[in-house]
């Protein structure tokens, strides 16, 4: 990437709005820890020109299965469900099913034309690559 014209921006834009938008935006371990994740993923789409890549907890995350008392998370994976944890016993507040995020993104709001998933590097995680068009 270096000498590519890209330029990066570590910002708050819960707190701190901004006013353009970008051709990507990376949201890496962040929907979990907002208290209102819809409007966070409407601010999110407002600022993707073209893709959002959003890193996201499965079902399958540890937090949150020790708190929901879940012993096989990947039965639930292709149902649209949306896991509340416990803030008592984790430093997040929703965790997600694949089908959850498609259809919050793509049908519910509209606010991307398809979403694919890839495996985070990180446990129990995917990657939505939301696009616009």
Do not use: W
Not at 21 to 28: G, H, P, Q, T, W
Not at 62 to 67: A, D, G, L
């Amino acid at each position: 990437m270096l000498g590519s014209g890209v330029e990066f921006q570590k910002r708050d834009f819960l707190d701190d709005p901004i006013e353009e938008s970008f051709d990507l935006v990376l949201a890496l371990n962040v929907i979990h820890h907002v208290p209102e994740p819809f409007a966070a993923l409407r601010t999110l789409a407002g600022l993707t020109r073209e893709r959002l890549a959003l890193e996201f907890p499965t079902l399958g995350d540890f937090k949150f299965r020790r708190s929901a008392g879940i012993r096989r998370a990947s039965r639930y994976d292709r149902l649209p469900l949306i896991g509340v944890s416990s803030l008592e016993e984790a430093d997040q507040t929703f965790v997600y099913s694949r089908e959850a995020i498609r259809r919050v993104l793509v049908e519910h709001q509209p606010l991307f034309a398809k979403v694919q998933f890839i495996r985070s590097p990180f446990r129990d995680r995917l990657i939505a690559l939301c696009d616009k068009g």
